[in-house]
């Protein structure tokens, strides 16, 4: 993977957009696939829209989202101490004592800390138990009062836990908000691979919002382009660290290469054009059954209208829904790649789901 890309998925990882407040986000996407869309336009929902190919009569819809999970400030004690509220699933024994970062009046960052009674003067029962309610926890900015706290921090104000890029060995990355800033990357890089290669179909990449509090960006999204088949690409579990559960993940390695989901959610014949794709282009697949489908954008889009033909392409991930997520440079790559070949196996005149 070149640099440039990889800074702008360092970019995307960097920036504060909890499900809700996703426009810093979008504009670093913006910025980088305007060279490489036909068009590029951004929804009421701030669904940000990267089309190629727009005239022909078949659209393909790629997706991924764009938010991530979040805090938003609740309560503000006499002392300034704020308590929050989460945005999507927050794991709330990994909050305390980390660093976080809320998008502050006028846009201002303002930084603070999550703090916790100190171990010393917990009682047995409080250190075994660990938080229970995200009420057991504070956020301490410095402030002296909830005048100046209110002031720099309104009631509903945005944050995040503030966490940085950490490239690994072996090609592999840590960060937050791989969940699904990765995703996005692997779609907006696959339009990339498109651009100037001759497509029998409409290609709508959308970077959706709101997906950790219910799939709705990706809802009003699919409603607005009304595609004939659509690919959502999101990450899954991988199952190949110590906290690991391959039997009910499936077997998915970090470095193993895409996942493509298989199960009643995704339609075969287009499955079908993704397995052909991958042994024309020697990308190796990884397989994971899924008996439903209703936690990625792919039911969204599936529901949408009439009903779509989706496929789901996932990217292996370590530590979902914390700061330290982990992903392979390399299986980012080869999603990417996959799926612009898949795309460019679509004929003029696809035939999706079943047939009698």
Same mark, same amino acid.
């Given at each position: 993977?070149?640099?440039?890309?990889?800074?702008? #998925?360092?970019?995307?990882?960097?920036? %504060?957009?909890? /499900? =809700? @407040?996703?426009?810093?986000?979008?504009?670093? !996407?913006?910025?980088?696939?305007?060279?490489?869309?036909?068009?590029?336009?951004?929804?009421?929902?701030?669904?940000?829209?990267?089309?190629?190919?727009?005239?022909?009569?078949?659209?393909?819809?790629?997706?991924?989202?764009?938010?991530?999970?979040?805090?938003?400030?609740?309560?503000?004690?006499?002392?300034?101490?704020?308590?929050?509220?989460?945005?999507?699933?927050?794991?709330?024994?990994?909050?305390?004592?980390?660093?976080?970062?809320?998008?502050?009046?006028?846009?201002?960052?303002?930084?603070?800390?999550?703090?916790?009674?100190?171990?010393?003067?917990?009682?047995?029962?409080?250190?075994?138990?660990?938080?229970?309610?995200?009420?057991?926890?504070?956020?301490?900015?410095?402030?002296?009062?909830?005048?100046?706290?209110?002031?720099? #921090?309104?009631?509903?104000?945005?944050? %995040?836990?503030? /966490? =940085? @890029?950490?490239?690994?060995?072996?090609?592999? !990355?840590?960060?937050?908000?791989?969940?699904?800033?990765?995703?996005?990357?692997?779609?907006?890089?696959?339009?990339?691979?498109?651009?100037?290669?001759?497509?029998?179909?409409?290609?709508?990449?959308?970077?959706?919002?709101?997906?950790?509090?219910?799939?709705?960006?990706?809802?009003?999204?699919?409603?607005?382009?009304?595609?004939?088949?659509?690919?959502?690409?999101?990450?899954?579990?991988?199952?190949?660290?110590?906290?690991?559960?391959?039997?009910?993940?499936?077997?998915?390695?970090?470095?193993?290469?895409?996942?493509?989901?298989?199960?009643?959610?995704?339609?075969?014949?287009?499955?079908?054009?993704?397995?052909?794709?991958?042994?024309?282009?020697?990308?190796?697949?990884?397989?994971?059954?899924?008996?439903?489908?209703?936690?990625?954008?792919?039911?969204?889009?599936?529901?949408?209208?009439?009903?779509?033909?989706?496929?789901?392409?996932?990217?292996?991930?370590?530590?979902?829904?914390?700061?330290?997520?982990?992903?392979?440079?390399?299986?980012?790559?080869?999603?990417?790649?996959?799926?612009?070949?898949?795309?460019?196996?679509?004929?003029?005149?696809?035939?999706?789901?079943?047939?009698?």
């Amino acid at each position: 993977m070149k640099q440039k890309q990889i800074d702008f #998925l360092r970019s995307l990882c960097e920036s %504060i957009t909890p /499900s =809700g @407040w996703e426009t810093p986000g979008q504009r670093i !996407v913006a910025d980088y696939v305007g060279k490489y869309a036909d068009s590029v336009s951004m929804d009421c929902h701030g669904n940000l829209h990267a089309v190629v190919n727009p005239d022909a009569p078949v659209r393909i819809m790629l997706d991924a989202h764009c938010d991530e999970i979040g805090l938003m400030t609740q309560y503000v004690d006499e002392n300034g101490f704020i308590f929050v509220q989460p945005v999507g699933g927050i794991n709330l024994q990994l909050l305390q004592g980390e660093r976080v970062i809320f998008q502050g009046a006028d846009g201002k960052p303002v930084r603070g800390v999550i703090g916790r009674k100190a171990i010393h003067l917990m009682t047995t029962k409080e250190r075994e138990e660990g938080v229970k309610e995200i009420s057991d926890l504070w956020v301490d900015i410095g402030s002296n009062s909830a005048k100046e706290t209110l002031a720099a #921090l309104p009631l509903g104000s945005p944050g %995040i836990v503030e /966490s =940085g @890029w950490r490239e690994l060995m072996n090609g592999r !990355v840590s960060a937050r908000a791989f969940d699904d800033r990765a995703g996005v990357f692997v779609v907006i890089d696959a339009l990339r691979r498109l651009k100037g290669r001759k497509l029998n179909v409409a290609v709508h990449a959308v970077s959706a919002t709101q997906e950790e509090v219910g799939l709705l960006g990706a809802t009003t999204a699919a409603f607005g382009v009304d595609p004939h088949a659509g690919i959502a690409v999101d990450v899954t579990f991988a199952s190949d660290d110590p906290g690991g559960m391959p039997k009910k993940t499936g077997t998915v390695k970090l470095g193993g290469g895409p996942v493509v989901g298989v199960g009643p959610t995704y339609d075969h014949k287009l499955n079908e054009i993704v397995f052909s794709a991958a042994k024309k282009s020697k990308t190796d697949v990884q397989i994971q059954p899924r008996n439903r489908g209703n936690g990625t954008d792919a039911f969204a889009i599936r529901h949408t209208r009439s009903g779509v033909p989706v496929a789901q392409i996932s990217i292996p991930l370590r530590y979902m829904h914390s700061a330290v997520e982990v992903v392979s440079l390399d299986d980012l790559d080869r999603c990417a790649q996959l799926i612009a070949e898949t795309v460019a196996s679509i004929p003029a005149s696809p035939a999706f789901g079943p047939r009698l």
